[in-house]
């Protein structure tokens, strides 16, 4: 199967669903508290600026 970059309007909807997702969120904030939330800080403005 082919790789599919999702384009704009999809991935700010992808990076949310998988910053609910506790044991992701939990993994990324034990290497430092609040990287999750700045992790998908940064793929959601990425997305907008470049995907739009």
Do not use: K, N
Request: charged share 15%; no cysteine; glycine share 12%.
């Amino acid at each position: 199967m082919p790789f599919t970059r999702p384009g704009g309007p999809v991935l700010p909807g992808l990076v949310h669903g998988i910053f609910e997702d506790l044991g992701w969120r939990a993994a990324y904030d034990q290497v430092a508290a609040g990287l999750a939330a700045y992790q998908r800080d940064a793929m959601v403005a990425y997305a907008d600026a470049r995907l739009s």
